[in-house]
Nanobody, 119 residues
Framework: QVQLVESGGGLVQAGGSLRLSCTAS????????MKWYRQAPGNQRDMVAD???????NYADAVKGRFTISRDNAKRKVYLQMNSLKPEDTAVYYC?????????????WGQGTQVTVSS
């Protein structure tokens, strides 16, 4: 059973920083891309950033220059460093992993962690 567990969310003032972590655990498998999504109340879940197994990254325009995604393959972790936070960054943040077990490909979501930015 593959599980993703996020941590690091919380309440921060505008202009502050938070670092989210996501740890993958479970059966032996290959983790390909890993992503962070976010969902604010009443909105759809949008991708924030993604990182390939080789470290190539992509960011949503709304967070470019403020957020940094990174990963530690040995520890099966992915991180999201969030700087210069704005009230509009308030959302539940979800970790996502694209995995493979031999020829079988599957994906997993974490349970989400709340980020609240006060003005």
């Amino acid at each position: 059973q593959v599980q993703l567990v996020e941590s690091g969310g919380g309440l921060v003032q505008a202009g502050g920083s938070l670092r989210l972590s996501c740890t993958a655990s479970g059966s032996m498998y290959v983790i390909n891309s890993m992503k962070w999504y976010r969902q604010a109340p009443g909105n759809q879940r949008d991708m924030v950033a993604d990182i390939s197994s080789f470290g190539a990254t992509n960011y949503a325009d709304a967070v470019k220059g403020r957020f940094t995604i990174s990963r530690d393959n040995a520890k099966r972790k992915v991180y999201l460093q969030m700087n210069s936070l704005k009230p509009e960054d308030t959302a539940v943040y979800y970790c996502y992993a694209d995995c493979a077990d031999g020829d079988v490909h599957f994906y997993r979501w974490g349970q989400g962690t709340q980020v609240t930015v006060s003005s």
